[in-house]
């Protein structure tokens, strides 16, 4: 029994990707061991050569990676993310604010960087949609 072209294609294309995301969490995986074990800058190396490894196969692989399913789960996903931000980061930022001016707390710097941190997502995202919304 031979395999059709299609499912042949299909099959390099799992094959493919499970090496592209497998490279991206597995240089992670170790490079986050091996700063566990006072390795920061060989972790470091190992976690580049992991992203490198995904832009490589990505980039030079025959095979086309994604399709309009995978952009459409892609930007369903992403709205859902930044309504699930969106949903706790208002509130948030405004229950720091209040506690900040009604009370003497005052929150911790890792919070308030978090929450510019979403606001920098945000900037970037509004950006992004007027750049590709521009080019239309």
Known sequence: MTDSPATTRLSKRRTYRRLMYGS??????????????????VGEAVYWVGLLAFFVIWKGSDVQLMDERDWALERRA???????????????AAA?????????????PIVRGAF???????????LSYL?????L
């Open 24 to 41: 991206v969490l597995g240089g992670t995986a170790v490079s986050l061991l091996l700063r566990y074990f006072d390795y920061p800058l």
């Open 131 to 135: 750049w590709h919304r521009s080019r």
């Open 78 to 92: 992403s709205l859902t993310a930044l309504q699930l931000v969106v949903a706790v980061a208002v509130p948030g």
């Open 116 to 126: 510019y941190g979403y606001i920098g997502l945000f900037i970037a995202f509004g």
């Open 96 to 108: 720091l604010r209040l506690l900040t001016w009604l009370t003497d707390y005052t929150a911790p």
